[in-house]
T-cell receptor
Framework: KQEVTQIPAALSVPEGENLVLNCSFT??????LQWFRQDPGKGLTSLLL?????REQTSGRLNASLDKSSGRSTLYIAASQPGDSATYLC?????????FGTGTRLLVSP | DGGITQSPKYLFRKEGQNVTLSCEQN?????MYWYRQDPGQGLRLIYY???????QKGDIAEGYSVSREKKESFPLTVTSAQKNPTAFYLC????????????FGSGTRLTVV
């Protein structure tokens, strides 16, 4: 059974810092790895999707990497801003299922 | 713009009542899903459907029912058998097997009164 873990559970940083969010998964037989952002009381917004054959994806200040052999993905946020404050979720896609981690709650202070 | 629409945004249920949450997508996705989110527990899969007129139970299907009569629609009914229905419910869709990633709706917050 796939299990996804995210570390740290919460992170508080001053504006401008570069930061890394970690995601690990137990079953390397995944189709892809997807990172989402969730604002309080809102739905999930997709940030980056990494196909199983890919190593990384980039969008603006965000970069996500995937290492299937070690069961790890990282989300790198460059030059953090207060608007980046949210919960970040990673999810691993297996056969007909998306398994989520419990998220990292990020607070970026001005 | 293509997307997923969930309604209502807020829903209140009395004890013993069945309530139905709506989910509609115009992304032409074959697969649709319902997740439940509780504080500190992450998202858990309730039901999913890969094709019209077919659906499978997820990890926490007890007390819930679904139908998939149209490709665009996947309503979720929370029955009176669900003893702890207060939660945030999220609907999602994807291409078959999720190879193109998942798209989520904005959610419905259900509260028992």
């Amino acid at each position: 059974k796939q299990e996804v873990t995210q570390i740290p559970a919460a992170l508080s940083v001053p504006e401008g810092e570069n930061l890394v969010l970690n995601c690990s998964f137990t079953d390397s037989a995944i189709y892809n790895l997807q990172w989402f952002r969730q604002d309080p009381g809102k739905g999930l917004t997709s940030l980056l999707l990494i196909q199983s054959s890919q190593r990384e994806q980039t969008s603006g200040r965000l970069n996500a990497s995937l290492d299937k052999s070690s069961g790890r993905s990282t989300l790198y946020i460059a030059a953090s801003q207060p608007g980046d404050s949210a919960t970040y979720l990673c999810a691993a896609t297996g056969f007909q299922k998306l398994v989520f981690g419990t998220g990292t709650r990020l607070l970026v202070s001005p | 713009d293509g997307g997923i629409t969930q309604s209502p945004k807020y829903l209140f249920r009395k004890e013993g009542q069945n309530v139905t949450l709506s989910c509609e997508q115009n992304l032409n996705h074959d697969a649709m899903y319902w997740y439940r989110q509780d504080p500190g527990q992450g998202l858990r899969l309730i039901y999913y459907s890969q094709i019209v007129n077919d659906f499978q139970k997820g990890d926490i299907a007890e007390g819930y029912s679904v139908s998939r009569e149209k490709k665009e629609s996947f309503p979720l009914t929370v029955t009176s058998a669900q003893k702890n229905p207060t939660a945030f419910y999220l609907c999602a869709s994807s291409t078959t097997q999720g190879g193109g990633g998942y798209t989520f709706g904005s959610g419905t917050r259900l509260t028992v009164v």
